[in-house]
């Protein structure tokens, strides 16, 4: 084998066909995802998720113009298969359910996409802020399938959402999710400061208080929904 050959046989061929191009899309979103798993998204470098993926950083800007985009991509996996667990749990209820079952349920189904939620956390202050118009646009447009789809099946599990409120508190749910992971998580410097008993009473454990906040959440918008009783 001459060298030219040794290189050519070395070199990743260049996906042709949309099914290629598909297939080396979905191994590079695999390998962002497997790199997040022991790397934080500000110290994930792309040059490792390419090499993670068998293929040149170069080729990873042509699916990915940028960092961003690749993660707001990789958000966007996530969030769907988030939003086909929900609708798959709540569909599976018998309706009406209160709202602490339904609180839950959310609950568990955040913790089995756990990958998920520190993105979240970035993802209106980071990664939307570096992708082009059309790539926010086409997110933003899956976002709103998807939540309206998700709305109309917690509209049918609690029995007491009027048309369109499933939707609504589903935004409240995306910003209880991220504002108490955030907190959840702080800084480490943050959290050494906070083992001192004195802090207790501002450390968060995510799952109780996510729970607590849903059930709040909920139980509060099926009581806007009950007419107001006149003395």
Not at 12 to 24: F, G, L, N, T
Not at 112 to 120: D, E, F
Not at 152 to 166: D, I
Request: positive net charge.
């Amino acid at each position: 084998m001459t060298m030219g050959q040794l290189t050519r046989s070395r070199t990743p061929r260049r996906a042709r066909s949309p099914e290629a191009k598909a297939e080396r899309a979905r191994r590079l979103l695999d390998a962002a995802l497997a790199a997040l798993a022991h790397t934080p998204w500000p110290e994930l470098a792309v040059a490792q998720v390419a090499r993670d993926a068998g293929v040149a950083k170069g080729t990873l800007y042509l699916y990915f113009p940028t960092k961003e985009s690749l993660g707001l991509a990789l958000v966007d996996r996530l969030m769907g298969a988030w939003f086909d667990d929900i609708i798959v749990a709540l569909n599976a209820c018998r309706p009406p359910i209160s709202p602490a079952a339904c609180a839950q349920l959310l609950v568990r189904s955040t913790d089995r996409h756990r990958a998920l939620v520190p993105l979240l956390a970035i993802t209106g202050t980071l990664l939307e802020a570096n992708v082009a118009p059309a790539a926010a646009r086409a997110y933003k447009a899956e976002v709103l399938r998807r939540t309206l789809e998700c709305g109309v099946a917690l509209e049918s599990a609690l029995g007491a959402l009027a048309p369109s409120e499933g939707a609504r508190a589903l935004l409240h749910v995306h910003a209880l999710v991220t504002g108490l992971h955030r907190m959840a998580e702080p800084a480490p410097v943050v959290k050494s400061v906070l083992r001192a008993p004195r802090f207790a009473a501002l450390r968060v454990d995510f799952a109780t208080e996510l729970t607590f906040a849903l059930t709040a959440l909920l139980t509060g918008f099926i009581a806007s929904r009950k007419p107001s009783r006149t003395s």
